[in-house]
């Protein structure tokens, strides 16, 4: 058997399985780089503007940072989708905004590298802004391309990927950190940019390899039985602000949280490393987990997860009994884990067909507004 009917025999495999593996591991890496993006951006930024005396702009960069992931997702899910039906796909909006934050990197990078004077210092905060934006350009229609790749009934499985790889590298972000101290800014962000450039490249490539040979046409869509009924843009806002509360309070308070109140168990550990062993443990139980949401349905898992998530949230800060916050982190735990497989999936199902790019612009929205707030009083009270 030659080369390409060996790939053809794959590829007629994978879709008799329901799933796009090459696809789905390509926008994985894409989101993997993305990640790796932020946690480089949380590190440098605080360093950036102590280095170059612009710390009076803190807040205002908090704000504006804000305001940007909150406003830009729903945008870029329109052009999303009005590329979606004018072209047949959404990838020239991912490709441009992956492009875009490409080139914002290098600059960084080179901008850095030159050591800028009192006159060019002042083009990093406006770099810093314009990488805000192209991150937010591609991330929604990027990671819309889900369904694509994926049967609706085996998202929560897709999403169980896609959470391991976020979760593995917020797991690995002290290592990661060093790495990047010891790279150096300009190396960096000169990297991220290859980064995202090069798993952009891959996502777009497999991507167009899965339309020319006809597999998301020929797929059937579940979406299609919704093609009739108004988006439920309220309530996929609502999902995505339910997992970003979640999410900012986890990586805002918990560490120092815990810290204090676990100390009878980890025997003064430093709160960073009480939440890498819950991003841990969340890695170790998502596959079930994503099994029991697929069993349970999408939206029952969901209510479930928010009803227990706030519940064991609210006891794990008002609760300083060792015992009892130590069970509380674990019940905390195990519903984060659900709601991070459930949330996306189900606002991708309450979309309209024609809004569906839209519709995920409008979940990280949500997911962003509660760190955006978070963020902004942080950066008030300094």
């Known amino acids: ?26 926008l994985a ?3 993997a780089s993305i990640v790796i993006g932020w946690i480089a951006y949380h590190n440098y930024q605080p360093k950036l503007l102590v280095q170059f005396h612009f710390t009076d702009f803190t807040f205002f960069l908090a704000v504006a940072q804000a305001i940007i992931l909150v406003v830009t997702p729903p945008i870029a899910g329109r052009m999303g989708d009005r590329f979606r039906f004018q072209q047949g796909s959404s990838i020239p909006v991912i490709s441009t905004g992956i492009s875009f934050a490409a080139m914002i990197f290098m600059a960084v990078a080179f901008t850095l590298l030159g050591n800028p004077g009192e006159v060019f210092k002042w083009i990093l905060p406006l770099l810093v802004i314009c990488w805000l934006i192209a ?7 990027a990671l819309s391309t889900l369904e694509l790749f994926v ?37 960096t962000f000169m990297t991220g940019g290859i980064a995202v450039f090069a798993s952009g490249l891959a996502l777009k490539r497999s991507s167009f390899s899965l339309s020319t040979l006809g597999i998301v046409n020929d797929r059937p869509k579940t979406e299609m039985k919704l093609d009739t009924q108004k988006s439920s843009r309220g309530f996929i806002f609502f999902l995505g602000a339910s997992l970003g509360l979640s999410t900012s309070v986890l990586f805002n308070y918990f560490p120092d949280i815990l810290q204090a109140n676990l100390s009878a168990f980890t025997g003064g550990l430093q709160g960073k490393w009480i939440l890498v062993l819950i991003l841990i ?6 596959l079930p987990i994503s099994d029991w949401v697929n069993k349970s349905g999408i939206e029952k898992s969901f209510w479930i997860s928010l009803v227990v998530n706030l519940v064991s949230l609210v006891m794990v800060f008002l609760i300083h009994i060792p015992a009892i916050a130590l069970i509380m982190t674990l019940i905390f735990t195990v519903s984060f884990t659900s709601l991070s497989v459930s949330s996306l999936p189900l606002a991708i199902a309450r979309a309209n ?14 997911v962003a507004l509660p760190d955006g707030i978070i963020e902004a009083m942080q950066a008030l009270a300094l």
């Open 135 to 141: 991150m937010s350009i591609f991330t929604s229609p």
């Open 1 to 26: 058997m030659n080369t390409t009917s060996g790939i053809a025999s794959m590829e007629k495999n994978m879709t008799n399985e329901g799933i796009e593996w090459r696809q789905l591991l390509s």
């Open 353 to 366: 067909y024609y809004e569906k790019v839209f519709c995920v612009g409008i979940f990280f929205s949500g």
């Open 281 to 286: 443990f969340s890695t170790t139980i998502i």
């Open 151 to 187: 049967p609706v009934d085996k998202l929560p499985r897709a999403m169980a990927i896609m959470t391991i790889v976020s979760n593995l590298l917020y797991s690995l972000e002290p290592v990661i950190i060093d790495l990047i101290d010891y790279l150096s800014a300009p190396i």
């Open 29 to 31: 890496a894409l989101y």
